[in-house]
């Protein structure tokens, strides 16, 4: 985050309440939000009173925590619905899904994260995950490490220097090692999640661009490692390749 934007510090305040909600912490309290944050109950209970009367959130009474609620519902629906070519990367996931037989993710990046937004999971998979609007780490995930492969070196510094810890055994946590497996990634032109992010699971990303052919988005497919020897991998990539290329988004 460029801090020299940051003009409103309230709002900024209020905006880290907002987005102390994720996946993992759906519900929070009061003093939840504070310790998160360093903030005094005061000044968060008036923020969180303020979203709550815009309905922004709502607060649960069997337990008197926080939730995200209809406002919120409102914009992340205007967002999907203009999303630049969201039909045609819809299908263009979908088609990927079909062509490979495994599960296919489309995400932008977010922080330091890879923010899912689109997903297609393949039919040998018995119980679907919810994805979308859910977000990884860009260091242990294929879509993340091949947005890291194309950024800027100062970028991927501040990046790694925010710390890489493990999810599995295999998850690379130190910046070194992450350079040569950036370095790899450029050469063969496409990223490998090695069970990096979840164990038995594999990956394969490469980037999508612009029309002045900046990396803005990332294109996955994921499956049982045991389906994913060096053959089929290099498979999935010249698939992803082939789909990637028939869409440039126009803005972002």
């Keep these: 985050m460029d801090q020299s934007k940051i003009k409103n510090k309230a709002l900024a ?4 309440v907002i987005g102390c909600f994720s996946v993992d912490r759906p519900e929070l309290g009061i003093t939840e939000i504070c310790t998160l944050l360093d903030l005094n109950k005061s000044n968060v209970h008036s923020i969180i009173s303020t979203f709550e009367a815009y309905g922004y959130v709502k607060k649960n009474r069997s337990n008197n925590k926080y939730y995200l609620h209809s406002s919120i519902l ?26 490979t037989g495994e599960t296919v993710y489309y995400g932008i990046r977010n922080g330091n994260s890879i923010l899912y937004l689109e997903y297609v999971s393949s039919t040998s998979l018995v119980v679907p995950k919810q994805v979308i609007g859910v977000t990884a780490p860009l260091y242990c995930t294929s879509t993340g490490k091949a947005l890291l492969a194309e950024m800027d070196e100062r970028d991927v510094d501040d990046i790694l220097s925010e710390g890489m810890p493990p999810l599995t055994d295999h998850t690379i946590t130190t910046p070194e090692k992450m350079k040569l497996e950036l370095d790899a990634i450029r050469v063969r032109g496409y990223s490998i999640d090695n069970m990096e ?11 999508v ?17 045991l389906r994913f020897d060096s053959d089929s991998i290099q498979k999935i990539a010249e698939i992803i390749d082939r789909f990637r290329k028939k869409i440039a988004i126009t803005y972002f």
């Excluded at 305040?13 to 880290?16: E, F, I, Q, S, T």
Aim: hydrophobic share 35%; net charge neutral; aromatic share 2%.
């Design 13 to 16: 305040k209020a905006l880290d």
């Design 197 to 207: 992010h979840e164990y038995g699971v594999k990956g394969v990303g490469m980037t």
């Design 209 to 225: 661009h612009d029309m002045e052919h900046n990396p803005v988005a990332a294109i996955s497919v994921s499956g049982p490692s």
């Design 74 to 99: 409102r914009l992340a629906g205007v967002l999907n619905r203009s999303r630049p070519q969201k039909e045609e990367i819809t299908k263009l996931v979908r088609m990927i899904a079909d062509e």
